[in-house]
């Protein structure tokens, strides 16, 4: 008896193996992988999605991409639909595979839709759907339409989306005039009463319907070029304004997102006299009530290197190397406050101040709440406090400069 | 042959075997006449018939031809026969008998029989019968035992790097041997018993008496005893008759050809099982763990003893799940894969006519085919095959399309990993196993993988061997014990021998064994004061 039950089991458990019939199976040759989602907004106020699909064969190369090099590795179809959904489902119609979304790292948003549309409802899809990774970066495409940015081709990168991602992964470690922001960091930002997100532009230099186009490859000096442009500050989930450059690398250092970059100063009248190399910086917010008013205190303490001189300096004196680190260290206040200045008049708290307010001081907070971002933020009280330190001079004291002036 | 249904029952009854005069008579001509007739008249069955002593008494030397040594034979036996002169003429047969036996036959292992069995049992195995006319008695002379036999030799499904080079022969009593002048004590027990209606081999038992657990012998001579078949051929046919759970793909009995591991098991509390006719002995109880041990594994130093050791369980994992795994991840689980990993493999699969799962179902295959051929061919042969099946496999079926390469790297892989497992045992039923895993990868993806691991770790921690939990010592988890298991721990640290196998001599080591440099660290320092300083 016991025998057969057991028999009836096995036959049973072997059963839901063959019938339950693979059925969420997907063969890789059966999936168009989407590299990168650009989407645009029509006149009428649809989406326009521009999907940019890996080309496996044209990427790997190997035995059977013989032909590699002339094909794109890339394609780009584009549909149109009143949501993202829609768009999915109209997709279908144009390609013959299923699009994996599992793979796609890059999502460009265009100044238009953000202006107008906002873009809190374009990624919610993102949010909900199992296959989109939360990690996948956000960009804005700025002066150009986003679909011009999926459809560029690039060289070294052989993909344009991965291309932009690591492009914007380096500067923002570089430089750190760029944010490098995931689709969940901005969610959070969204939600956030005491934050609004800060998104790295992207723009196309050159003519992108030339930069399409596989020949365009050919040539060293590329006829179009992606780069990062700044970054789109937003208000209420809208693009309210870009910010570039200082300004844009001292919300960097107030979100301590900065890991180097290069601070440069006057010295005895000549404008970025000498370069300082930030080895490592540490950046504290706190908030406290200071006299009924919320007052936000900002403490950097960074160290670096002397990058570069490019007047006579006497850096074997330890008096120059203070003046140069207070220099400095003014030098990336006054990036701070301007950039806060800046920021006051359009009203987006980017800084995320508020959520440092709420931290410090939630009974307090939950007053100005409602009032932070229109009443509060704009006039708020900032103490900026810098702290710098230079710790090497690289591989020289006194540059040859200063005795080329002697002789 | 499942009697899963009912009713059927095999009618297995022994049948007698036809009738024999139970005894030795006293006329010569009869018993040669009924020795002949039981033989059939075989050739080889030599009866050399010859008198003995002045009285020429009628007498016959009866051996099988090639199971005894002719040497021996003819300088002692029958030469010793034939020089005998009894001192007094009036001797009785009897006496004569008793005569030889005690003062003629310069060997050992003479002895009087009456019964026809035994005298057969006994000429079977090489001894000679010496059957003199008008006594209903005669003698067996076990000792003349020889003939042609292997010698012994280097192993070769156990090669160690370090460590002793014989193996085991064909000859129960030689491998006895070689166990014995390895542990040289009284203790080390021998029982023997035949086992075979028609085959009558010896099978011989072995232990430690002062380590084993004696429940275990009992049980495994219950085991021994209830064999009721007519051959035993290897020890295989033993090892299928006595495991606990035959349904298991999992060997419960190990099997070895190396002297050195079964001492090292004897000493552990095991018991050995020695079948005549083969090298291979086998070793119970078992557990899992054992199958990925080597002799190396004792000999190097104990660190990277520990680390080959992890490895294997690495591999013994790569040869289960790895195309299972490749399976599941390119069919369910795209997201796992890197990017440009899954670009590259998407990119050789482009072309590929068949589902992941049926690729490599014709790789695997393929690559079985290629070894059980591999394995039947003379070795002259044998490279060929190795260069077609490398030709087909590796290049033809990637350039045809057939196959893609990430799936060619998969199975070759797993077929290395597989072949790297030092238990064969264990990597045959991986190897069967990994069959039923791509199956369930294809069905279910990695949540299938998983569900098969979830049942193969209870099925495992399920069985027994000879009362032994399988997984012991990490399935019941014994912490004194776990230092031979995914590590070894270094000998001066092995203070115990495991519980498991020897609950009542557990010690297996003095107090602190660790080795140490002399404490004044001085002989190192005095030599060189007192060398030459003239080097510069």
């Known amino acids: 008896m016991n025998r057969k039950r057991t028999f009836l089991f096995g036959l049973l458990a072997s059963l839901s193996v063959f019938t339950s019939g693979c059925w969420s199976e997907r063969q890789l040759n059966e999936i168009a992988m989407v590299a990168a989602i650009g989407i645009d907004r029509t006149e009428a106020g649809q989406y326009e999605a521009s999907y940019q699909f890996f080309n496996p064969a044209n990427i790997a190369g190997g035995l059977q991409g013989g032909g590699g090099g002339q094909s794109p590795p890339v394609s780009v179809y584009t549909a149109t639909g009143d949501t993202i959904m829609e768009v999915h489902g109209n997709m279908s119609r144009k390609i013959s595979r299923e699009p994996y979304y599992s793979h796609t790292n890059l999502v460009v948003v265009s100044e238009e839709l953000a202006q107008k549309d906002g873009i809190g409802p374009v990624l919610e899809a993102f949010d909900r759907g199992s296959q989109f990774r939360v990690t996948t970066a956000v960009v804005i495409a700025r002066e150009v339409k986003a679909k011009d940015l999926i459809t560029t081709l690039t060289a070294l990168d052989k993909v344009p989306s991965q291309k932009i991602m ?78 570039d450059g200082a300004d844009a690398r001292a919300v960097l250092w107030i979100l301590d997102r900065i890991q180097s970059t290069t601070v440069t100063t006057e010295w005895e009248g000549r404008k970025d006299g000498i370069s300082y190399r930030l080895a490592r910086q540490k950046t504290n917010v706190s908030a406290e009530m200071k006299n009924g008013k919320p007052h936000i205190s900002v403490h950097v303490h960074m160290e670096g290197d002397i990058g570069e001189v490019i007047v006579p300096v006497n850096l074997k004196d330890p008096k120059t190397l203070e003046k140069i680190e207070r220099d400095v260290g003014e030098e990336v206040k006054r990036n701070i406050e301007s950039s806060l200045h800046y920021t006051q008049k359009i009203k987006a708290d980017i800084f995320g101040f508020g959520e440092v307010f709420h931290r410090d001081e939630p009974a307090e907070w939950k007053k100005i709440e409602k009032k932070w971002e229109d009443e509060i933020f704009p006039n708020l009280d900032v103490d900026v406090t810098v702290e710098s330190y230079i710790r090497r001079t690289g591989l020289r004291n006194n540059s040859y400069l200063s005795e080329m002036k002697n002789k | 042959m499942s009697p899963f249904f009912k009713g059927k029952k095999n009618a297995d009854q022994n049948k007698p075997v036809d009738p024999m005069p139970g005894a030795i008579t006293s006329s010569l001509q009869d018993n040669l006449a009924w020795v002949k007739q039981k033989f059939g008249n075989s050739p080889d069955i030599i009866i050399r018939e010859l008198k003995i002593g002045s009285s020429k008494v009628k007498a016959a030397v009866i051996y099988v031809q090639g199971l005894v040594d002719n040497q021996l034979l003819n300088d002692f036996l029958i030469e010793s026969l034939m020089q005998y002169d009894s001192s007094s003429q009036d001797e009785t047969r009897t006496q004569m008998l008793d005569n030889l036996s005690d003062l003629v036959i310069p060997m050992g292992g003479v002895k009087e029989e009456t019964e026809w069995s035994k005298l057969f049992e006994s000429l079977l195995v090489g001894a000679t019968l010496i059957i003199i006319d008008g006594t209903d008695k005669a003698l067996t002379v076990a000792s003349t035992q020889g003939g042609e036999s292997r010698s012994i030799s280097e192993p070769t499904t156990q090669n160690v790097i370090r460590g002793s080079r014989e193996s085991f022969t064909e ?40 380590v084993v657990d004696h429940d275990v012998v009992k049980e495994v001579k219950k085991r021994l005893k209830r064999i009721k078949i ?17 349904a298991s793909p999992f060997p419960q009995i190990y099997h070895t050809e190396r002297p050195d591991v079964i001492a090292g098991n004897l000493l552990e509390g095991r018991v050995a099982i020695f079948v005549n006719g083969t090298p291979f002995v086998l070793l119970v109880p078992v557990v899992f763990i054992q199958f990925f041990q080597t002799p190396d594994d004792y000999y190097f130093r104990f660190d990277i003893a520990s680390a080959t050791r992890l490895l294997r369980i690495f591999i013994f994992f790569i040869s ?115 069959f039923a895993f791509m199956g369930l990868a294809a069905a279910f993806g990695f949540f299938g993988i998983i569900v098969g691991l979830i049942m193969l770790t209870v099925h495992l921690c399920g069985l027994r061997s000879f009362g032994v939990p399988y997984m012991a010592p990490l399935g019941p988890y014994r912490p004194v014990e776990s230092g031979d298991t995914v590590i070894r721990a270094p000998w001066w640290a092995a203070k115990k021998r495991p519980g498991l196998f020897s609950p009542n001599n557990v010690k297996r080591e003095a107090g602190s064994q660790m080795p140490a440099p002399p404490q004044p660290r001085t002989i190192k320092s005095e030599s060189t004061e007192k060398g030459n300083q003239n080097e510069s």
Do not use: C
């Open chain 2, 230 to 246: 007519d051959s035993i051929l290897e020890s295989g046919y033993i090892e299928q008759l006595i495991e606990d759970q035959p």
């Open chain 1, 166 to 243: 690591q492009t914007l992964e380096s500067t923002e470690k570089a430089m750190g005039e760029n944010i490098n922001i995931d689709l969940e960091e901005i969610i959070t930002a969204l939600v956030s009463p005491g934050r609004e997100p800060m998104i790295s532009g992207f723009t196309v230099k050159g003519d992108p319907k030339e930069g399409a186009k596989q020949e365009s490859l050919q040539a060293t000096d590329l006829p179009m070029t992606v780069e990062a442009n700044g970054n789109a500050i937003f208000k209420n989930g809208k693009l309210a304004g870009w910010i």
């Open chain 2, 320 to 434: 289960l799940i790895g195309p299972a795994a490749y399976i599941a991840a390119t069919t369910y689980h795209q997201e796992m894969i890197p990017t440009h990993l899954l670009l590259i493999i998407a990119a050789q699969r482009e072309s590929v006519p068949f589902p992941a799962v049926i690729e490599a179902l014709i790789m695997e295959l393929a690559f079985e085919v290629l070894r059980e051929a591999g394995l039947r061919l003379p070795k002259a042969i044998g490279s060929t095959v190795s260069i077609v099946g490398g030709l087909v496999i590796g290049q033809a079926a990637v350039q045809a399309g057939i196959v893609s390469p990430p799936m060619v790297i998969v199975v070759a892989i797993t077929a290395i990993a597989s072949f790297a497992t030092p238990s064969f045992a264990v990597a045959i039923s991986v190897r069967l196993l990994r």
């Open chain 2, 171 to 210: 000859n129960l009593s030689t491998n006895i041997s070689m166990v014995r002048r390895i542990i040289r004590t009284p203790d080390l027990w021998v029982e023997s018993m035949k086992i075979g209606t028609q085959t009558n081999t010896n099978v011989s038992i072995m232990y430690l008496n002062n």
